[in-house]
């Protein structure tokens, strides 16, 4: 059995540069305590999206179990258009309701899908056996997710805090479970 423990990284400020986007205070102090809650767990290896806030959310658990952390570019987040959308819960619920639909130089469900996807599947061969942690985002998260049990769906991801953790379990490369690791008590001292 190989797990994954996908982090959803923690509340970040926002910037124009998505790669750079820091996380805010709020979230520095809950990527503490996201170290905390994994503390138990044998973690053996820690790989995290390139992007910035992902790397700090999952920088206390690599500094916890003294691992390097290794960079994977398509556990990136989805690029929904080249250009800044200017209604978001639209332009989302459209990409989720037409999987192979995008706007102007974006990703589909079933594009980002299949590269995030190829990634898990990548390390789910490299680190067979192992426990990882994977720092990402909530959309990408989820199409991963969907691709291995289609449960997992824009309503799942609608209902992600920052940050969440799931504890999925795999047998090769099939799903065997999906656990939620409690992060509701972070959130809520906003």
């Known amino acids: 059995m190989t797990t994954i423990y996908f982090v959803r ?10 790669r750079e986007r820091p996380l805010s205070e709020k979230g520095r102090n809950d990527a503490q305590s996201v170290a905390d809650l994994l503390k138990e767990e044998k973690i053996d290896v820690v790989i995290s999206s390139p992007y910035k806030r992902a790397i ?9 179990f003294e691992l390097p952390i290794h960079m994977e570019e398509d556990l990136r987040e989805r690029l929904l258009s080249k250009e800044p959308v200017v209604d978001f819960e639209e332009t989302i619920t459209k990409v ?14 079933n594009s980002a899908q299949q590269r995030g996807s190829a990634c898990i599947k990548k390390i789910l061969k490299d680190y067979r056996g192992k426990n990882i942690v994977v720092g990402t985002h909530g959309n990408i998260m989820v ?8 449960k997992y769906d824009f309503n799942f ?9 799931y504890k999925l379990t795999f047998n090769e490369e099939k799903l065997i479970s999906a656990v939620r690791i409690e992060t509701s008590h972070l959130v809520n001292n906003l």
């Not at 989720?96 to 469900?109: H, K, R």
């Not at 991801?157 to 953790?165: G, Q, V």
Request: no cysteine; aromatic share 14%; proline share 6%.
């Open 9 to 18: 990284h923690a509340h970040s400020i926002y910037t124009p540069e998505e």
């Open 96 to 109: 989720w309701e037409n999987p192979t639909f995008s706007f102007d130089g974006g990703e589909s469900n």
């Open 157 to 165: 991801w609608k209902a992600l805090e920052m940050p969440d953790i």
């Open 56 to 64: 700090q959310t999952v920088q206390g658990v690599a500094v916890q």
């Open 143 to 150: 199409l991963i997710m969907n691709y291995f049990d289609s």
